[in-house]
Every structure is written in C-alpha cells, then in structure tokens.
C-alpha cells in the first residue's frame, strides 16, 4: 500500500521532522503490516529496508552461544528500524523481533540513503536518535546487574505499554523470561509481587496493567532516565 503524506504518520521521529521533509519521505514508504514472533533481522544480515513503525513494536534481542537472547532495546512509534544505515552500516546487528502486531512506514534502503542525501533535518533527528539508543543500552547492563527482578519487569512492562499503547498485553511469563534474561521462577514471583500490591493482573497469556503511577513508582529509575532521554534530544528538539 502506498502511503498517502496527509494520512497521520503516527511517528514521533516522523513528526519532528519539517512538513517537506516528511511529505517527502512518506512519498517514498510503503505502509507494511508487521506481524508478531516475525523476525526482520538477524545479526548479520543485510539491512534491506528501513521500517518506521506507527502501532507495531519490536523487540532488539542481543544473542550470544545459541542462547535465546536477551531484549536490549524495544522500538515502537517512537523510533525506527534500520538507523544503522544513516551510519554507513549495512548489516544488522542484533536480532529485531516482533512482539506486537501492527503497521510501519517501510522503504528500501536505496530511497533512504537518498533521503539522508536530501534532508539534513531526518540526518540530525536520527543522529540523536541514535544517541538516545546508546543510552538505553548503557542503562540495560547496568539495570540488569544492579537492579531487582521486580523493578526490572515493571519497567519492561511501561515500556511494553508505551509501545503498546494498551494496558492489556500479550506477554507470557516464558516469554518474559527470555527477554529479561532469568529464570521464569524469577519472572512469576516478580509479577505475583506486583500483582499483590494491585499493580497489574494477569491470566492466560495476558498481563493487564490496572495501576500505572503505581508501576511507575515500583520501577527503577531507567525507565524515568530513558524517557528524559528521548524528552531531551527528540521531543525536545
């Protein structure tokens, strides 16, 4: 489906660019549906396509020795898959997996060097969006050496909901497990914790957020740190 530039793009990287640049860009996309447990990329592969997703969000895992891997970032309407280019970089590094079924602006990697070539505003938002990534991966080592299990899964899940843009989310204990990188015993005390102080509700497969100032307070710091980052070099221009 070709993107129509008066449809909301529903991109925040988008939308802090200048009404041409954007128009311009959003002439060249493509809207693509993304569908949950695909995965875009792997490490290494050759970065095709660059995706700006609007209701989908996506999970970057870092893998190692076979193991499953562990969630270092998540993307949603707040970012873009495939910055790397804008680097010169033609391969991915991490494994980009999608958790939450929806929609991206997609364009070839041919039409968004030549973007980057046309617009010096989409080169200056996504260099500082690229500085926003390195602080988030920065806080996750640290986060997930200093910080407990259960501030660990409340931040997740305020970002999950962030991309999400819904209290109710699809998201197993298994699943959790993995992407946090501990034992699913880990994970089931964690959220039997905050489910016992009413922060959250789960059944079937389903997490339900039913507090979130109280998720926010029982989450460590990174979350706040992490969206003060993006205030600050995005939002805030």
């Not at 499953?68 to 033609?90: C, K």
């Amino acid at each position: 489906m070709t993107s129509d530039p008066s449809t909301p793009v529903l991109n925040r990287l988008l939308q802090a660019l200048p009404p041409a640049d954007r128009a311009r860009l959003l002439a060249r996309c493509d809207q693509v549906q993304l569908v949950a447990t695909q995965v875009l990329y792997e490490p290494g592969d050759a970065i095709r396509h660059v995706h700006f997703p609007t209701t989908a969000f996506v999970s970057l895992v870092s893998t190692a020795d076979g193991h499953d891997g562990l969630q270092t970032g998540m993307v949603g309407n707040e970012g873009v898959l495939g910055y790397e280019l804008s680097l010169n970089a033609q391969r991915a590094p991490l494994r980009t997996l999608v958790q939450g079924d929806g929609l991206a602006w997609r364009l070839s990697a041919k039409s968004f060097e030549q973007e980057l070539a046309e617009s010096t505003p989409l080169r200056r938002v996504l260099h500082r969006y690229v500085c926003v990534l390195l602080a988030e991966f920065g806080r996750s080592g640290l986060c997930h050496q200093f910080h407990q299990i259960e501030e660990r899964l409340a931040r997740w899940l305020l970002t999950t909901q962030d991309c999400a843009h819904s209290a109710h989310l699809a998201l197993t204990h298994e699943v959790l497990g993995r992407m946090l990188g501990v034992r699913r015993v880990g994970i089931t005390n964690a959220a039997t914790a905050l489910h016992t102080r009413s922060l959250i509700d789960y059944r079937r497969g389903v997490i339900t957020i039913t507090d979130r100032q109280g998720l926010e307070n029982a989450a460590c710091d990174c979350y706040r740190a992490n969206r003060r980052s993006y205030s600050d070099l995005i939002a805030g221009g």
